[in-house]
Structure formats: structure tokens, C-alpha cells
């Protein structure tokens, strides 16, 4: 997956799936337009997995019919093509598509979280087939609470024990400047259409949702951002069920604004490394924790620091020999970029 990065063509309206042609993704890279149906607006709010057949799936929306899809290549560079599904059509009159997120399941097939829109509630959607084109099933897992309230989808992954879990976050527009809270819901079956268990982790304000991964000890770990506290913040679960959790400020900058747009990944080290935005210095950053909570011994590093505007959408994976690798968006060039460490913690 750390050679495989999807991404928004804005030129063509489309999703373009940009396979590296080395680690550093410096030279033969492959880039092919693989969804751009005509009169319509897809590829935004990407997510990227690699199937159980070896080959990428995305998860990305349409904003023209307001729709989710998912899109399976027929190879593992997607130059061959690729077929594009519409797993969850029905549902809140196809409201779905304000951001998905995909995983493959302890059985092989892909799982996704995504928002309902017009129920402004969280739904799961688990595939019948690698390519999610038969079989697939689709349940709404989380209400929001109020009659104004939105929860919005979050990643999805596969715990320990083959269950899905996904954060995610619930806010009522109703009341201005209020908390964003931050919940992780776990699926009780294979397909998510049993009951839930839901833990509230932490009210935060003006959250940015991050990145979720399954940590070395095989419990959830969520980043975060805050844009009033302007820090990177994590919660590591000390359950799979998250009954009990540890929520830490794992990077505050001086005179910074860092935390946005992280993601994460488990080093080959056993310990979470995390990319993030550094918004104040339009920069990206890296936190490589120290500990499975990320609660002390953190080196974080600014790995890319351009003239350009730098670092934000990040995407963290490791690469096959063992070190981080980071696309992120060079938004004054309108570009994607990949940033390749060479060490665990990219100093």
C-alpha cells in the first residue's frame, strides 16, 4: 500500500490512482485516471486499501449524485483499469457520500464507514465480494443523539479479534463553538449488523478527526487534531472495546498549529508514527511515539519545509523496508507529493 496513492484529479473531475515505481516514488511511477464518468464530480475524500487479492480498492464520493463508491483495479498498478460500484445506493435517499473510509475485514472483504447525510448518522457497509459488486450489506450503526445532531464517519479498521472498528465524531450545529465528541464504535459480527458498543473517548472543540490503526498490543489508537489547543493529540484504548482509554497531547510546537490532517501507522518498531499537518509553518510534520500511548519519549520531526504550502491531506504507510512513507498535498503547486523516510522516527 505504501507504493500504491490515490488522490482527486481536479483537471479531469476524477479519481487517479498514481502507483510508485520505487520506495521513494522517484522514478517509473504509473498514474491512471480509473473513475471519471461523464457529467459527474468523483474521487474526493479517498480511501485506499489493498484487497486480499493483492490489488488496490478505494472509497471515494461522488459529489454530483451525492453518492458513495468503491472502486477495484484489475491490477496492482490500476493501469490495467478498473471497475467502480455503488455499494450503499439506497439509504437516506443516497445522501451517503461525505466521506467514506475502507479496510479489509478478517474475511478478506472490504468494509466501509461512511455518513449518511440526510439522516446525518453513521453507516457501515460490508462487501459480499472483493470488488463489493453482489451480497453487500449496509447498516446504519449510529444515530446522533439529537434532533440536530450530525456524526461524522471516521476510519474503519479490523481489531484483533476480526471486528470492525470505526471513530468517529458527533456535533450539534445547534450550539455554536460546541465540543465535537469523539466516539469509537465496535461492531459485535462480521457484517456490523449486530449491536454496537460505543465509548465516548473525549469532548474536544473544533476537533479534527484523524487517523486509526490497531496498535502492536492489538487495542485501537486514534489521532486527532485540535484547532483551539492547535496540538496533535492521541487516545490509545486499553481494551479492544475501549471501556477504558488514555487520551495524551503527543506533539505541542511553540508558536506552531500542528495535529491537522494526521493519520497513522504501527512502525515495524511495535510503536504508532503519526503524520500531521503543521499549519502555522505550512509544513509536514512526524511524531514517532515512544511508548504504545504515545506518553513520553516522542521525537517529533519536520520532515518536509518547502516554499511552497506543504503537508496537509497526509497519508502515512510503512514501507517495505521498515521506514515511513507520506503523501501529502503541495497545495501551492496543486500537486501530490511523497515524502520517504529513512529511519523509524524520519530524523
Given at each position: 500500500a505504501a507504493r500504491t496513492l490515490d488522490h482527486y484529479d481536479a483537471s479531469a473531475e476524477g479519481l487517479r490512482v498514481t502507483h510508485c515505481g520505487n520506495m521513494g516514488?522517484?522514478?517509473g511511477n504509473v498514474s491512471t485516471l480509473v473513475d471519471h464518468p461523464p457529467g459527474k464530480v468523483v474521487g474526493l475524500w479517498t480511501s485506499l486499501a489493498i484487497g486480499s487479492d493483492g490489488v488496490p480498492v478505494i472509497a471515494h464520493a461522488d459529489a454530483t449524485a451525492r453518492t458513495l463508491r468503491l472502486t477495484h483495479c484489475v491490477d496492482a498498478t490500476c493501469a490495467s483499469g478498473a471497475t467502480t460500484v455503488e455499494p450503499d445506493p439506497g439509504s437516506g435517499g443516497g445522501a451517503n457520500a461525505f466521506r467514506g473510509w475502507v479496510a479489509i475485514g478478517a474475511d478478506g472483504l472490504p468494509v466501509l464507514s461512511h455518513s449518511d447525510l440526510s439522516g446525518r448518522a453513521l453507516r457501515?457497509?460490508?462487501?459480499?465480494?472483493?470488488?463489493?459488486?453482489?451480497?453487500s450489506t449496509s447498516t446504519t450503526i449510529v444515530q446522533p443523539a439529537g434532533a440536530a445532531g450530525f456524526v461524522s464517519s471516521g476510519p474503519v479498521a479490523t481489531s484483533g479479534d476480526g471486528l470492525a472498528v470505526v471513530s468517529h465524531t458527533e456535533v450539534d450545529p445547534s450550539v455554536p463553538g460546541g465540543?465535537?465528541?469523539?466516539y469509537l464504535t465496535r461492531c459485535t459480527n462480521q457484517t456490523c449488523t449486530a449491536a454496537t458498543a460505543v465509548a465516548t473517548l473525549q469532548g474536544v472543540y473544533n476537533v479534527a478527526l484523524g487517523g486509526l490503526a490497531i496498535g502492536s498490543d492489538g487495542w485501537p489508537f486514534m489521532t486527532r487534531g485540535s484547532h483551539i489547543s492547535q496540538t496533535l493529540d492521541v487516545t490509545h484504548c486499553a481494551t479492544?472495546?475501549?471501556?477504558?482509554?488514555?487520551a495524551t497531547l503527543a506533539d505541542a510546537t511553540a508558536g506552531g498549529n500542528v495535529g491537522r490532517d494526521s493519520d497513522v501507522a504501527i512502525g515495524t518498531d511495535g510503536l504508532p508514527v503519526i503524520s500531521h499537518w503543521d499549519y502555522a509553518a505550512q509544513a509536514l510534520r512526524i511524531t514517532h511515539c515512544g511508548n504504545l500511548r504515545c506518553q513520553n519519549g516522542n521525537i517529533s520531526t519536520t520532515v518536509d519545509d518547502l516554499a511552497n504550502a506543504v503537508g496537509s491531506h497526509t497519508t502515512i504507510a510503512i514501507g517495505v523496508d521498515g521506514f515511513p512513507v507520506i503523501a501529502h498535498r503541495d497545495a501551492t503547486a496543486q500537486a501530490l507529493r511523497v515524502t520517504k523516510c529513512y529511519s523509524r522516527d524520519c530524523r
Open positions: 516514488c522517484t522514478a457501515v457497509t460490508h462487501c459480499g465480494n472483493v470488488t463489493c459488486s453482489a451480497g465540543p465535537a465528541i469523539l479492544p472495546t475501549c471501556s477504558t482509554f488514555a
